[in-house]
């Protein structure tokens, strides 16, 4: 194959997923000199599943990517169609935004954002090779033998690599929604070092509206004046469109049941792993088979088509039997089927080669973001995205990297689980897996992370000046709610309200900790008359939650000291006496930054934490 140059660049991204997207616009916005391949250009910010931005803790890391500069947010407020809180009922740690977008308008808009960045060159095309020159990377080639020279090179590469889609007894070389795979680049990264390993995922069919009855189905209507999910956006999103909840039944069970010869999971043509937090519409039935009925939620593909998403039926089952099977669900009776489901395998890397910034351990220059690293759902890509395209800019301009603590964000919480535990599944965020998810609420987002990016170009005036504004109003509310309320009139809200004890002395915020709702108590004595009601929601948040919130401080400080212990890059775990021969074989499989990180790895338990803290003292 002829080469030929395609011209000198700080950094080259290879997709242009969720991932690729975010990586693209951080490296670029920080002045770097970026270029991104992409396979097509009409898949750019594919929403290749549910057209949907957001959900629970997926909604927190939306919130997070919104306050470090990011780009899914803004894009996801200018093409809703449908939001939601999520957890209304349970505490804002658990509180998550989830919003139903418009999937043909979710990429032109982001192709129209990309497109309009200084710094970004965008072209279509296959990257088959990693170029690396003494030990980092210098560039790749794509397939026509165009090279593009870079400092850094990140890899978002999604489901694309060796992709193959799986519908009954077919199997074909395909990514999703019939794009073209990737099927030469896995190769190189093998060459260079990368564990590869095989993970599956799956969508479910879109049916033609006109032909789905939709009286059968309880009609879930969107909320009107939610407040959108970036912090740049000022005014209420409103619910456009509505979504409808139907069930499988006995009937639906039968038909799978009966055909699992049929099932590529069942009958041994699928091996790979799959998404146990998002199972098929096969495996809930086989490993639920105590429930009468499974839920299904019939969503709108966009404001341009009668396509419907119908979210909990995803299948690899053949075209016939997913037929039979829709048209048993009620509503569906007589649903035309417009695009069939189907499974997809793809080639991804093991995580526990890669540093906390998202660089590849064994090749410089090298990063790795969104489903190439195992995970599962936008929100984990382009969170990856945006932290993979600030550290290799940052690398480049010599600044020091850009990690987040597990005690600051979501995303925190995500790449540290991923390069010190691992995945042996598509991983999923959940806010279980947040230790300190009191003190790392949505709306909390930006005063935990925008100052970070003060003085880059991830910050822009308006976002500096708005941030400023409700940091200012944040705390004159919480200075306000520390303000005695009037005896008399608290006494009459607490008979009211059925709020026991004496009310001499008592502030606002008193109120609120014995369970009032600030809205009603501003209402009965007259305050944050002005304040925006988001504003007004953090604070009551903050102040409700304070006791919790201290006592999640004082944990934050205690391992924060762990975290301040770096552990030398050349530290042999083999030779020190004392570690358990499983720990130091997982120590050096995953070459801790920190102590913190250390005591994280599964295997590695408190005394092999505290040979390690010996060790290091005696070695200074």
């Known amino acids: 194959m002829h080469t030929f140059s395609e011209g000198n660049y700080d950094v080259i991204v290879v997709g242009a997923g969720h991932a690729g997207c975010e990586a693209a ?60 809180m999520l957890n209304e009922g349970k505490g804002e740690a658990v509180q998550s935004l989830r919003c139903q977008c418009d999937k043909n308008a979710y990429h032109a808009e982001m192709k129209r954002t990309l497109e309009n960045t200084e710094n970004l060159h965008i072209v279509q095309g296959e990257c088959v090779k990693i170029l690396t020159e003494n030990g980092r990377a210098c560039g790749i080639e794509t397939a026509y033998g165009g090279i593009f020279y870079a400092k850094a090179v990140i890899l978002a590469t999604g489901v694309y690599l060796n992709a193959e889609t799986i519908t009954g007894e077919l199997r074909q070389k395909s990514g999703p929604n019939g794009f073209a795979p990737a099927n030469r680049l896995t190769e190189s990264l093998i060459g260079l070092g990368f564990n590869v390993r095989r993970f599956k995922t799956g969508t479910p069919a879109r049916l033609d509206g006109r032909t789905v009855n939709l009286e059968k189905c309880s009609r ?45 999971l069942y009958n041994g043509d699928i091996t790979s792993a799959g998404p146990r937090y998002c199972p ?85 220059g090298i990063y790795c973001a969104g489903q190439i690293n195992g995970t599962s759902g936008y929100e984990e890509a382009a969170a990856q995205g945006l932290i993979a395209g600030i550290n290799a800019a940052f690398k480049i301009m010599k600044k020091p990297p850009f990690i987040l603590g597990r005690d600051e964000a979501y995303i925190g919480v995500l790449i540290d689980d991923l390069v010190t535990k691992g995945t042996e599944e598509p991983y999923r965020m959940m806010t279980s897996r947040a230790e300190y998810s009191i003190a790392l609420r949505q709306d909390t987002a930006d005063f935990r992370l925008t100052p970070k990016i003060f003085g880059t170009g991830l910050c822009s005036s308006e976002r500096k000046e708005k941030f400023e504004k409700r940091q200012k109003l944040y705390r004159d509310a919480l200075g306000v709610l520390d303000g005695r309320a009037d005896y008399a009139v608290a006494e009459k809200f607490a008979e009211d309200y059925g709020i026991s004890g004496d009310m001499r002395g008592a502030t606002y915020a008193d109120l609120v900790r014995r369970g009032a709702k600030l809205g009603d108590i501003c209402g009965a004595f007259g305050i944050l008359t002005g304040f925006p009601d988001d504003v007004i929601k953090t604070a009551e948040g903050t102040v409700k939650y304070e006791g919790y919130l201290s006592k999640t401080r004082a944990q934050i400080e205690r391992a924060k000291k762990l975290e301040e212990k770096v552990l030398p890059k050349d530290i042999n775990y083999s030779a020190i006496e004392g570690l358990r021969l499983e720990a130091r074989e997982k120590l050096e499989r995953v070459r801790p930054v920190t102590l913190g990180q250390a005591g994280r790895i599964s295997g590695v338990n408190p005394a092999d934490i505290t040979v390690l803290m010996v060790y290091l003292a005696m070695n200074k």
């Open 280 to 364: 098929s519409i096969e495996t809930k039935v086989v490993r639920f088979s105590d429930k009468e009925r499974h839920q299904i939620f019939l969503e709108p593909e966009g404001a341009d088509t009668n396509e419907i998403y119908v979210q909990g039926m995803s299948s690899s089952m053949p075209h016939d039997i997913q037929k039979e099977m829709y048209r048993s669900v009620t509503g569906l009776e007589n649903c035309e089927i417009m695009r069939y489901a189907y499974a997809i395998e793809y080639d991804c890397i093991d995580t526990l080669d890669i540093l906390p910034t998202l660089e590849f351990k064994k090749v410089e």
């Open 220 to 264: 879930q209507r969107g909320e009107s004046g939610i407040t959108p999910f970036s912090f740049l956006d000022g005014e209420p999103i409103e619910s456009v469109r509505d979504c409808f909840i139907t069930y499988t039944n006995d009937r639906t069970h039968g038909i799978i049941l009966n055909n699992l010869d049929r099932s590529p």
């Open 25 to 84: 616009l951080a490296a670029a916005r920080l002045g770097m000199n970026t270029a991104m391949l992409t396979l097509n250009l009409d898949g750019i910010a594919f929403l290749a599943c549910n057209p949907s931005i957001g959900g629970t803790a997926k909604g927190h890391l939306v919130r997070e990517i919104d306050a470090l500069g990011g780009e899914m947010a803004k894009n996801a407020d200018k093409t809703a169609l449908q939001i939601r």
